[in-house]
C-alpha cells in the first residue's frame, strides 16, 4: 500500500537533531571566535556514485496519474503510460424517471494548470504544468472488465497493490470491453472549455452585444464525449438496471462495471504524456438524459437530468519502458563513470561518501572517513566520541554534473536525495523552510536547488544539481551519526513524501514524486576516469583558526 512518511517519528529525530546541533554549533563558535584569527576555506572531496535499477514500482491509488506516451532521448526509447480506473455512482439506488432517454456521456479529467492571464470578459489563458513533449498519441478508452481487488487474497488485512508492469501480468488489452473512444491525433489542449445557456430549443442564448452567453467555464481538461455502442451500452448499463442490486452500492457497481482502460499508442516513434488530476472535484463521467413527467395542465413534457460517476476506487497506472540503453546496477566499489536517473521502473544513483567507512577496530590505521573525521573535531581515542572542533563547518554542497553530450534538454527539474538506511529525507531537507506548496518546482530550493541550466528556456541544456547536505555532514562529525549510503531520485514533486512500495522488496522504497517522473537524465559519476571539473564532487566550506 501507499504509506505516509512516519511524520512523529521524522518530527521528534528533527528536534532532537536540532536542539543537538544548536548545542554544538554553540561550542564550535565559542571555540572559534576565542581565537584571534581563522581563516575561512574550502576543499572537495571524492565520493562513490553508482547505478541502482529500480523494477516495477506500486503505481495504483497514486494522488495523480501519468497518461501518454514520452520519447525518451537520453535512454533512446519510449515510455508508455496507461490507466485503468474504477467508477463509482455520486448517488445509489438512482430513479431514472419515466422512459428515460440518453442525451450524452461527458468525460472530463482536469489537467494541472497555470493560470496566465484572465481578460475584462473572464476568458482566461492557461498553460498546462507537468506536460512532457508536444507530438500527437493515439488514445483509445475502453470498457474494463478486470476487477481490480481491494484486498490481497493471501493477506486480507493487507491492502492489494498493484505495479507498474501490471499491464505485462495482467494483460489489460485482454480484458477489454466496448470501444468508448478512440482518437488517432491527440494532443492536450490549454483551451479553456465553455458551456453556454441553452433555450428551450437547445439554442444558445445572446447577450446584447450578440454573443453567446456563457453558463460555465470549465479548465483545461481531457473532456471527451463517450460513444454508445450499439445506441444502447449505457441505457442497458444504467437504465435497465434500476432497482437492481447492481446500483444499491459502491461494492455492487464497481464488479458490475469495472470501469475505464485508458489505452495510449505512440505515432510515428513520437508522443506526449499529461499528468492527470482524478482526484480533483471536477473529475468525473456526467450522463445527461431525459425523462417524461406530467405537468400542470396534464400535458407530457420531457425534463433534463445527469447521472454522475467519479474515479473513486482503484486505480492503476501501467508504465511500460521499451529502451535501447539497459538499465543496470552498476559498480559499488569503484562507482560508475555515468549516473542515470530515471522516474518510475526506472533507475536511481547510490551515494557513498568517503567509501562508506565509518570507525573500524583497526587502531594502528585509520580509514578514510577516520582520517575525514580528525581533520575537523578532535575526538576521544578511545570513545571516539566529540572533544572539540578543529574547524567550523559553514556549508556542505554535494555537485552532479549533467553529462551534456546524452541529453537534449530532457533533464528534470528537481532531484531528491533520501537516508536509504531509513528511507527518510536527509536532515536538510527538512531544515529548509522555504516550502512552497503552490508551486512544487520552488519548494526546499535551499536544500536542493532547481537544475541550472545553459540559459532561461526550460528546455536549455542542464549543467549541474547542487544538494545542501551540511547538516547531514555535521551530525556526521558531531554526533556520530551513521555514515549511510544515500539515494539520488527525479522527482515531480519533493513536498510529496508519500512513498510506494518497489516490486518484490522488503527494504526498498521510492517517493510517488519519483514514480510520476517520466523524465531523466544522465550525470557524471565519481570514477576516476571522469574529467575532473565535471566529477561529482562533496565540497566543503569551513572556518579554521589560524596557528
Known amino acids: ?3 505516509p512518511l512516519k511524520l512523529v517519528s521524522i518530527l521528534l529525530l528533527v528536534i532532537m537533531t536540532f536542539i543537538a546541533c544548536d548545542k554544538d554549533f554553540s561550542t564550535i563558535e565559542s571555540d572559534i571566535e576565542g581565537e584571534q584569527n581563522f581563516t575561512t576555506n574550502f576543499e572537495s572531496y571524492p565520493i562513490i556514485t553508482y547505478n541502482k535499477k529500480i523494477d516495477p514500482v506500486q503505481s495504483n491509488n497514486l494522488p495523480s496519474n501519468l497518461l501518454g506516451v514520452y520519447k525518451d532521448f537520453t535512454l533512446d526509447g519510449i515510455t508508455t503510460a496507461n490507466v485503468v480506473t474504477q467508477v463509482v455512482p455520486t448517488t445509489f439506488d438512482p430513479d431514472f424517471g419515466t422512459d428515460p432517454q440518453l442525451e450524452s456521456v461527458l468525460l472530463t479529467i482536469p489537467y494541472y494548470v497555470t ?4 481578460d475584462e470578459d473572464g476568458n482566461t489563458t492557461y498553460s498546462i504544468d507537468s506536460l512532457f513533449g508536444t507530438a500527437p498519441i493515439k488514445l483509445s478508452i475502453y470498457q474494463n472488465n478486470y476487477f481490480l481487488r481491494d484486498f490481497d487474497p493471501n493477506e486480507v488485512e493487507e491492502t492489494q497493490n498493484y505495479y507498474s508492469n501490471s499491464n505485462q501480468t495482467i494483460n489489460f488489452d485482454s480484458h477489454v470491453g466496448e470501444l468508448l473512444y478512440e482518437a488517432n491525433d491527440f494532443i492536450p489542449s490549454p483551451e479553456e472549455y465553455n458551456i453556454y445557456e441553452l433555450d428551450e430549443d437547445g439554442i444558445p442564448v445572446l447577450d446584447d452585444d450578440g454573443e453567446p452567453i456563457i453558463d460555465e467555464r470549465i479548465e483545461p481538461s481531457l473532456r471527451i464525449e463517450l460513444l454508445n455502442p450499439e445506441e444502447s451500452f449505457w441505457e442497458n448499463l444504467l437504465f435497465a438496471h434500476q432497482g ?4 444499491s452500492n459502491a461494492n455492487n457497481f464497481k464488479d458490475f462495471f469495472r470501469g475505464l482502460y485508458f489505452k495510449v499508442e505512440n505515432v510515428d516513434n513520437d508522443g506526449s504524456m499529461i499528468m492527470l488530476n482524478f482526484g480533483n472535484s471536477s473529475a468525473n463521467i456526467t450522463v445527461n438524459y431525459t425523462y417524461e413527467s406530467v ?3 396534464d400535458l407530457i413534457v420531457r425534463n433534463d437530468a ?4 467519479i474515479f473513486n476506487g482503484n486505480r492503476v497506472n501501467t508504465l511500460e519502458n521499451n529502451f535501447n540503453i539497459p538499465l543496470v546496477d552498476g559498480d559499488p566499489v569503484n562507482g560508475d563513470e555515468e549516473v542515470y536517473l530515471k522516474g518510475g521502473e526506472g533507475s536511481m544513483a547510490v551515494i557513498k561518501f568517503f567509501n562508506g567507512d565509518n570507525f573500524d577496530d583497526d587502531d594502528t590505521n585509520d580509514n578514510l572517513f577516520e582520517s575525514f573525521k580528525k581533520q575537523y573535531v578532535e575526538v576521544d581515542e578511545s570513545t571516539g566520541e566529540f572533544i572539540k572542533s578543529k574547524r567550523l563547518i559553514n ?6 554534473y549533467v553529462d551534456q553530450e546524452d541529453v537534449q534538454g530532457q533533464e528534470p527539474d528537481r532531484v531528491i536525495v533520501y537516508d536509504l538506511k531509513n528511507n527518510v529525507p536527509v536532515i536538510d531537507y527538512f531544515f529548509d523552510s522555504s516550502t512552497n506548496t503552490s508551486e512544487p518546482l520552488y519548494s526546499k530550493i535551499v536544500h536542493s536547488t532547481i537544475l541550472e541550466r545553459d540559459g ?3 528546455t536549455d541544456p542542464g549543467i549541474r544539481y547542487k544538494i545542501r547536505l551540511t547538516q547531514h555532514i555535521n551530525n556526521i562529525l558531531l554526533k556520530d551519526s551513521t555514515n549511510v549510503e544515500l539515494g539520488l531520485y527525479v522527482s515531480t514533486n519533493v513536498n510529496d513524501l508519500q512513498i510506494a512500495e518497489i516490486l518484490n522488496s522488503e527494504d526498498d522504497e521510492i517517493t510517488v514524486g519519483s514514480v510520476l517522473s517520466p523524465r531523466g537524465t544522465v550525470l557524471h559519476g565519481g570514477h576516476q576516469n571522469v574529467i575532473e571539473e565535471k566529477r561529482v564532487k562533496l565540497e ?3 572556518t579554521e583558526p589560524d596557528n
Open 306 to 309: 445527469v447521472f454522475k460517476m
Open 540 to 542: 566543503i566550506f569551513y
Open 244 to 247: 437492481m442490486p447492481e446500483l
Open 456 to 458: 532561461d528556456e526550460p
Open 295 to 297: 405537468d400542470d395542465e
Open 115 to 118: 493560470t496566465l492571464e484572465t
Open 1 to 3: 500500500m501507499l504509506k
Open 395 to 400: 556549508e556542505v554542497n554535494l555537485v552532479f
